[in-house]
């Protein structure tokens, strides 16, 4: 994140870190992207994310990335769906979505609690110039390699036809995705905050409307983040869950 603060603790408890190691490696997990849950057996991530061959786990309720907290829960992952139209160009990402079934039993994976918990999906749109949320442990203007330390932000949704303005992002964008940001820079998700949450406020309630996907660079003029438009993939989400 660059321009970010470091999170409150419990401020974004649906925040996860998605972790991977080499299939039957000795190795540690690593941090590769961010995830959010929406069930207790559910998480959503930019399918740019998922590396076949790997395991991958997820940890959630944690603020510093390779301190154990006491707050922290760590879950398998026991598949990652990405989406059927996935598909990664040059100039775009497009469909970067996937959902992670969690390890549990009897329909329980993660455990709520005052730092672990749901966002809710959302059911309408949110007007352009609306101040979102942003968060993740990936790259700042400090450092190429992350923070350790969540950091989160504030940004605008941004106009689509603005955003694809020839200054901007031309004619790339579809209706999978959207820009939020600023325009005059300093203020973006960076490599590393990827698969992450953009979530926006209504009447209190927290929705994920945007999951970390794609950008030129990071925190430049007229290169506003670019998100994935999770209303676009309700029935996606619905239908994948259902027949799991
Ligand atoms: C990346 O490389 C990436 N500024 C993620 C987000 C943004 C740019 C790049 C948005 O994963």
Redesign the pocket.
């Known amino acids: 994140i660059y321009g970010g603060l470091k999170a409150i603790p419990g401020a974004q408890p649906w925040q996860l870190s998605l972790q991977v190691r080499p299939q039957g490696s000795i190795h540690s997990y690593r941090h590769i992207c961010g995830a959010v849950l929406i069930s207790s057996c559910w998480a959503l991530t930019a399918g740019h994310c998922i590396e076949p061959k790997h395991q991958m786990q997820v940890v959630g309720g944690g603020l510093s990335l390779g301190k154990d907290e006491p707050t922290e829960q760590t879950i398998d992952v026991e598949k990652a769906i990405r989406h059927e139209n996935y598909r990664e160009t040059p100039a775009a990402v497009y469909n970067d979505i996937a959902l992670l079934k969690l390890k549990g039993a009897n329909g329980r994976c993660a455990n709520e609690s005052q730092f672990v918990r749901v966002a809710c999906l959302p059911d309408g749109v949110f007007p352009d110039g609306t101040e979102c949320t942003i968060s993740g442990w990936g790259a700042t203007e400090h450092s190429l390699y992350g923070s350790s330390n969540l950091l989160d932000a504030q940004v605008m949704l941004i106009n689509q036809e603005s955003c694809s303005d020839a200054e901007v992002y031309g004619t790339v964008l579809d209706t999978s995705m959207f820009c939020a940001g600023h325009m005059q820079g300093g203020v ?4 590393g ?2 698969g992450g949450p953009l979530t926006c406020n209504k009447q209190g309630t927290h929705v994920l409307y945007g999951i ?4 030129d ?2 925190g430049r003029q007229n290169k506003p ?2 998100y994935t438009r999770v209303s676009h993939f309700n029935n996606w989400i619905k239908s994948k869950i259902q027949a799991a």
């Open positions: 973006d998700s960076c490599q905050d990827s970390v996907s794609w950008g660079q990071c983040g670019v």
